[in-house]
T-cell receptor
Framework: DGGITQSPKYLFRKEGQNVTLSCEQNLNHDAMYWYRQDPGQGLRLIYYSQIVNDFQKGDIAEGYSVSREKKESFPLTVTSAQKNPTAFYLC?????????????FGPGTRLTVL | QKEVEQNSGPLSVPEGAIASLNCTYS??????FFWYRQYSGKSPELIMS????GDKEDGRFTAQLNKASQYVSLLIRDSQPSDSATYLC????????????FGQGTRLTINP
């Protein structure tokens, strides 16, 4: 069954802690992305990666870090430097071999800071 | 001016009618356009993509693109209660790894 998985579904963090959100895909997609969604808002791009061991900052990268050691995996760390981390985090992936490539989303992780 | 603008709604449509959702974008070089449906508490689901001026139909959904007016729309025919959701418009900033820019979404309610 091809798709994108994210874990955990819900995550609670105390202030000052770093947490890591998992994203895995078995679609053989080259590109992976992390977005953040706040209530009543659209999605904002945090980081994206087109190839293993390379990634670029999106619009709101401050306070976040990523790695891309495997094609299938793109974990996101929310650091204590992120001032307002409570949000819905969405991972997406897409191919790169066509001119236009559609992005598909995982189920999301809802992070709450206590 | 926001890069991608949508009327946040809520838009209320009777069952069986046509729902019309609109989106405008500011970057003239944008090349591809997407509509996502998002149910409450769930992740976005891609329902339509369009790249050329004109209409693209898929079942009850029709996407319309007018690059000269920087306008993209989604029509849902024979609206069903299951179409009640938030619809997100997304625009591609460039080719390759797509840096999508999203509108804030339009909340649609279909009334039985």
């Amino acid at each position: 069954d091809g798709g994108i998985t994210q874990s955990p579904k819900y995550l609670f963090r105390k202030e000052g802690q770093n947490v890591t959100l998992s994203c895995e895909q078995n679609l053989n997609h080259d590109a992976m992305y992390w977005y953040r969604q706040d209530p009543g808002q659209g999605l904002r791009l945090i980081y994206y990666s087109q190839i293993v061991n390379d990634f670029q900052k999106g619009d709101i990268a401050e306070g976040y870090s990523v790695s891309r050691e495997k094609k299938e995996s793109f974990p996101l760390t929310v650091t204590s430097a992120q001032k307002n981390p409570t949000a819905f985090y969405l991972c997406a992936s897409s191919g790169l071999r066509q001119v236009y490539n559609e992005q598909f989303f995982g189920p999301g992780t809802r992070l709450t800071v206590l | 001016q926001k890069e991608v603008e949508q009327n946040s709604g809520p838009l209320s449509v009777p069952e069986g009618a046509i729902a019309s959702l609109n989106c405008t974008y500011s970057d003239r070089v944008s090349q591809s356009f997407f509509w996502y449906r998002q149910y409450s508490g769930k992740s976005p689901e891609l329902i339509m993509s369009i790249y050329s001026n004109g209409d693209k139909e898929d079942g009850r959904f029709t996407a319309q693109l007018n690059k000269a007016s920087q306008y993209v729309s989604l029509l849902i025919r024979d609206s069903q209660p299951s179409d009640s959701a938030t619809y997100l418009c997304a625009v591609n900033r460039g080719q390759g790894a797509q840096k999508l820019v999203f509108g804030q979404g339009t909340r649609l309610t279909i009334n039985p």
